[in-house]
T-cell receptor, first 114, second 114 residues
């Protein structure tokens, strides 16, 4: 079975500052990793995914994440945030084979301050 | 093209009533998932379809929950004899076949049980 831990429930950051949202996972099998963003009263939008290959993954809206197998982490970063990045961010893991369901973390609320 | 469409967006029901939630996946997507998102939490897996076959229903919380996808396209999640703890946002997602295919989410149905 897989599990995901997002240690920070809320992250306040000033506009144009860098941000890192942390995600750690646990799994006994190979996994795929995803970051999604959720704006109020909306569904989840895919930011980026790690399937294999390069451990640095670039996504939409200037976000990137780095897969670290030894630390079982997949932290999300952005060098300069905007007010519009204020949202809930979810890390998710799925087994590379077998059932395709996602296991989500509890989310991190990013609040960008002017 | 059109994304995943869910209806209704909001549903209010009295405890004990039956409800039906509809999901129209992206055309051609073989895989369809239902998730339940409680307030302030990450989505939790309910069930998974590949075409019309329900391959995994391990996340359904009780036998009051039932899902179907009879023609391999539109899916319905039915909850019988609703209870207050069923109040949540129900998210539907679809994807191409394969565990490396990202899931595309609808905006969800917010269910409130009075």
């Amino acid at each position: 079975a897989q599990s995901v831990t997002q240690l920070d429930s809320q992250v306040p950051v000033f506009e144009e500052a860098p941000v890192e949202l942390r995600c750690n996972y646990s799994s006994s099998v190979s996994v795929y990793l995803f970051w999604y963003v959720q704006y109020p009263n909306q569904g989840l939008q895919l930011l980026l995914k790690y399937l294999s290959g390069s451990t640095l993954v670039k996504g939409i809206n200037g976000f990137e994440a780095e897969f670290n197998k030894s630390q079982t982490s997949f932290h999300l970063r952005k060098p300069s945030v905007h007010i519009s990045d204020t949202a809930e961010y979810f890390c998710a893991v799925s087994a590379a084979s077998g059932t395709y369901k996602y296991i989500f973390g509890t989310g991190t609320r990013l609040k960008v301050l002017a | 093209g059109a994304g995943v469409s869910q209806s209704p967006r909001y549903k209010v029901a009295k405890r004990g009533q039956d409800v039906a939630l509809r999901c129209d996946p992206i055309s051609g997507h073989v895989s369809l998932f239902w998730y339940q998102q409680a307030l302030g939490q990450g989505p939790e897996f309910l069930t998974y379809f590949q075409n019309e076959a329900q391959l995994d229903k391990s996340g359904l919380p009780s036998d009051r929950f039932f899902a179907e996808r009879p023609e391999g396209s539109v899916s319905t999640l039915k909850i019988q004899r609703t209870q207050q703890e069923d109040s949540a946002v129900y998210l539907c997602a679809s994807s191409w076949q394969g565990s490396n295919q990202p899931q595309h989410f609808g905006d969800g149905t917010r269910l409130s049980i009075l």
